[in-house]
């Protein structure tokens, strides 16, 4: 997710929705819509989806960023992510780490078991996971935010999209109004 926020900077949770968003792309390569998440909300049983399309747009856009732990929950659901994920603070920027923290209770249990070690050993159980990765044939290290799944970044087919000039615009206008 590089160009979205400094070193040091924690993410936003505009950054954080679009990177999931990004992350759940379509074969296709299009992102979930506003309407598409907010559908995603529903809850089981009759009723309606517990965001709007409004809720879920605003969040997207940055202008509202304050939303209760019902709506984070929502959110995460709908996008198959941690709800931690969406928390501010750089400690919730992790979403490799909060992922496997929320799918994996052995996982858990190793973070539990590591209370009170000192630093060294810590570093020390680090060196023989990375040495298990290699020959598991994984990478040493995990990226924080998971790379998009292969082929969507990459542009689509069909016509590119052009601007129109202003007496193109009109004519069109026109034309339309005509009903031609």
Do not use: C
């Not at 296709?28 to 506003?34: I, L, M, Q, R, W």
């Not at 509202?64 to 994920?85: D, G, I, M």
Request: hydrophobic residues 35%.
């Amino acid at each position: 997710m590089a160009g979205t926020h400094g070193e040091n900077e924690p993410l936003t949770l505009r950054a954080k929705l679009l990177t999931l968003l990004r992350l759940r792309r379509d074969p296709d390569g299009f992102t979930p819509s506003a309407r598409d998440v907010a559908e995603a909300t529903h809850q089981q049983g009759p009723g309606k989806p517990k965001l709007s399309h409004g809720q879920v747009n605003s969040l997207l856009n940055g202008t509202s960023n304050n939303p209760t732990s019902s709506t984070v929950s929502a959110l995460a659901r709908a996008l198959r992510a941690p709800a931690a994920f969406l928390l501010p603070g750089p400690e919730w920027d992790d979403l490799a780490a909060l992922t496997v923290y929320a799918k994996r209770p052995e996982a858990r249990e190793a973070l539990r078991l590591m209370e009170g070690l000192e630093v060294e050993d810590i570093l020390q159980i680090s060196t023989q996971l990375r040495e298990m990765r290699h020959r598991a044939g994984l990478a040493e290290d995990v990226p924080s935010i998971p790379p998009p799944p292969p082929g969507v970044d990459q542009p689509r087919e069909g016509r590119p999209r052009r601007r129109l000039s202003f007496n193109e615009a009109a004519a069109r206008a026109a034309d339309d109004l005509e009903g031609r």
